[in-house]
């Protein structure tokens, strides 16, 4: 089976403070995305990764960066976390974009920033 | 947007069977429906994906309309471990978009 690890379940920063999320998947994917989940709003794409090098920007952005040097590992960054990026990061892998492709989740990270 | 509508909550007695509706009218001709679900504290996991016909695997039934503009997820005998959000998703070629699923509660 495949296997999204996050690097934290649980993670507790002060504002300002610069975070980075890891995750890492074993399964050679080509793709792979972040999404945040807060309460009434489902879950968002914040980033995503076609392919090593590769990165485009979802629906909410601002405020992130990622990294994917390696295939494995998409890392999201928080330049200077804000208390209302409190909240559950989710990161997902799958083999490519054809349609018929699932997408297998991570266990996610609550962040909270205070 | 979602492009998927589904009922916010939906309540199912245990060992029971239980039909979850997803409205996808917009839906194109390429694009796969796929459902996911998420139990408390988990991300969400992969349950079933189809294009036209009916597909079964070991966890559900997807039922798929004639026409693509909606389907059905059938849990076949409800358990209390079958409690979680629901998400039907259009997959085309862009990422996966979530709305806010169904919350199915299993009453024993």
């Known amino acids: 089976d495949v296997k999204v690890t996050q690097s934290s379940r649980y993670l507790v920063k002060r504002t300002g403070e610069k975070v980075f999320l890891e995750c890492v998947q074993d399964?050679?994917?080509?793709?792979m995305f972040w999404y945040r989940q807060d309460p009434g709003l489902g879950l968002r794409l914040i980033y995503f990764s076609y392919d090593v090098k590769m990165k485009e920007k979802g629906d909410i952005p601002e405020g992130y960066s990622v990294s994917r040097e390696k295939k494995e590992r998409f890392s999201l960054i928080l330049e200077s976390a804000s208390t209302n990026q409190t909240s559950m990061y989710l990161c997902?892998?799958?083999?490519?974009?054809?349609?018929?492709?699932?997408?297998?989740f991570g266990s996610g990270t609550q962040l909270s920033v205070l | 947007d979602a492009k998927t509508t589904q009922p916010n909550s939906m309540e199912s007695n245990e060992e029971e069977p239980v039909h979850l509706p997803c409205n996808h009218s917009?839906?194109?001709?390429?694009?796969?429906i796929h459902w996911y679900r998420q139990l408390p504290s988990q991300g969400p996991e992969y349950v079933i994906h189809?294009?036209?016909s009916n597909v079964n695997n070991r966890m559900a039934s997807l039922a798929i309309a004639e026409d693509r503009k909606s389907s059905t997820l059938i849990l076949h005998r409800a358990t209390l471990r079958d409690a979680a959000v629901y998400y039907c998703i259009r997959s085309g070629n862009t990422p996966l978009v979530f709305g806010k699923g169904t919350r199915l509660s299993v009453i024993a």
């Open positions: 189809g294009l036209t």
């Open positions: 997902a892998s799958r083999l490519g974009p054809a349609p018929n492709e699932k997408l297998f």
């Open positions: 917009t839906i194109s001709g390429t694009d796969y």
């Open positions: 399964m050679d994917h080509e793709n």
